[in-house]
């Protein structure tokens, strides 16, 4: 679903990201972990054209994420979920769930903001999905952090895409309300085989949540793998520091690829119809 081949970002003098290779398959949950100004931001932002890299290729959902011709393409296949729900607080929670459909409709009903019957009822599945179905009618600034989270999570499913960019998406919510939001993100992956891309500071739930975590450090990639294959070793690998990892990226072969749970074809059952 997404390849990543030598990827490069400068700003200025300053690599952020150094030859970054990476395979996420179709339904996996990958996991990125790395210290703050590791690249994580960054490598996410290249995977949706918000960020046009140095050098390398990105083709995600089948698009080349570097060539700005096909980036609108790309994005109506790929939603983004960031740290602070990015919510419209005066409008519904229905509506925001909604405003997920504007990249697919057409532009003057975009403009009107008109939805079908198919729009409100995919909308209101959506919100089903993140258990707040009841809350469709309420205004989004009497919701909670984490039930805005969810709105947010719901607001991508209803983009219908095939790629979900989770930038820290619990990072300022209490550790019971994060596990709740990652479950109803896992199992939108699960259900509706979309594919999830999450940066996470905290290792705890990478390895709950992740079929597979990747480590990045100043910019490059020092460890791929399940997160039982995930030890003591490579966290201080991963939050060494630039310095550090450079150097032991040198000297450390890459994990071998992990075995891949198996997604079953939810398209095929009719559960994406
Ligand atoms: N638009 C920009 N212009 C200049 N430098 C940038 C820009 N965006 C990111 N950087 C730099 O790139 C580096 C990596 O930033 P990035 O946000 O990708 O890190 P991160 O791993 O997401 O960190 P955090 O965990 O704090 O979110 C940092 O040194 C940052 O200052
Ligand atoms: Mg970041």
């Given at each position: 679903m997404i390849t990543v081949r030598s990827l490069t970002k400068h700003y200025g003098s300053n690599a952020v990201l150094r030859g970054i290779d990476l395979d996420v398959a179709a339904g996996e949950f990958l996991v990125i972990l790395g210290p703050s100004g590791a690249g994580k931001s960054t490598l996410l932002r290249c995977m949706n054209g918000l960020v046009t890299p140095s050098s390398g290729e990105l083709v995600a959902a089948g698009f080349d994420a570097t060539d700005s011709r096909s980036v609108r393409k790309l994005r109506q296949q790929v939603a983004m979920i960031f740290q602070h729900h990015n919510v419209v607080p005066r409008l519904s929670v229905l509506k925001n769930v909604l405003t997920g459909r504007l990249g697919q409709v057409s532009t003057l009903s975009s403009i009107l903001q008109l939805f079908s019957r198919h729009d409100l009822a995919l909308a209101m599945d959506c919100l089903r999905r993140v258990g707040l179905d009841h809350k469709a009618g309420e205004r989004t600034d009497a919701l909670s952090g984490g039930q805005r989270q969810r709105v947010g999570i719901a607001r991508a499913l209803a983009q219908r895409p095939q790629i979900i960019l989770a930038d820290e998406?619990?990072?300022?919510?209490d550790p019971k309300t994060s596990r709740l939001v990652l479950q109803y993100l896992r199992a939108a992956c699960r259900e509706l085989g979309i594919t999830v891309v999450c940066n996470l500071h905290q290792v705890d739930y990478a390895r709950e949540f992740g079929d597979r975590i990747v480590g990045l450090s100043g910019g490059k990639l020092v460890f791929d793998g399940r997160g039982d294959q995930l030890r003591e070793s490579h966290l201080n690998l991963i939050y060494s520091g630039p310095e550090q990892a450079q150097e032991h990226c040198a000297a450390t072969s890459r994990q071998s690829p992990p075995e891949l749970v198996p997604i079953p074809d939810l398209a095929a059952q009719g559960a994406l119809s």
């Open positions: 998406p619990v990072a300022s919510l």
